[in-house]
């Protein structure tokens, strides 16, 4: 935490020196054109400030953070049965299939088995996320192992 407030700093005291270096570099090209640009000038120097404001709440946010931990953990006790919900559904792929659905049929499909790195590819899938798929269809029996990450379809 105070790692990133002490990073929140050093930010914004370096936008700030950059805000007058530009503003430095403005003043010496508006002297050397002859004609001068106030407007231009301090629209420049509002849009560097801005970062350097944002950055400086940010820091203060960081602050003030550890007294809102009451209230985030109230809120996270009540998202949790709505995440709980979510999960129970079963992520839909494209097409209006489940992730299961597609992968059974992948392997269905093959007729000397798949391997796991080939229902990544199709799939698109992580290797995490098809290790949880091809457990869940061993479990409810659709599939079975030939060899060590080689699958085919279960023969009732």
């Given at each position: 935490m105070k790692d990133v407030q002490k990073e929140l700093m050093a930010i914004s005291t370096t936008l700030s020196s950059l805000v007058q270096q530009i503003e430095k570099m403005a003043e010496a090209i508006e002297s050397e054109s002859g004609k001068a640009a106030p407007a231009k000038k301090a629209q420049?120097?509002?849009k560097a400030k801005a970062p350097a404001k944002k950055a400086k709440a940010a820091a203060k946010k960081v602050k003030a953070a550890p007294?809102?931990?009451a209230a985030k953990k109230?809120?996270?006790?009540?998202?949790v049965p709505a995440a709980a919900?979510?999960?129970?559904k079963a992520p839909v792929a494209a097409g209006g299939q489940t992730m299961l659905d597609s992968i059974f049929g992948m392997i269905s499909r093959s007729r000397s088995g798949i391997t796991v790195e080939r229902l990544k590819k199709r799939a698109g899938l992580e290797a995490r996320q098809v290790s949880n798929a091809l457990y869940k269809l061993t479990q409810?029996?659709?599939?079975?192992?030939?060899?060590r990450g080689l699958y085919v379809k279960k023969k009732k």
């Open positions: 420049a120097a509002k007294k809102k931990k109230k809120a996270a006790k009540k998202a919900k979510a999960k129970a409810k029996g659709k599939i079975e192992t030939l060899s």
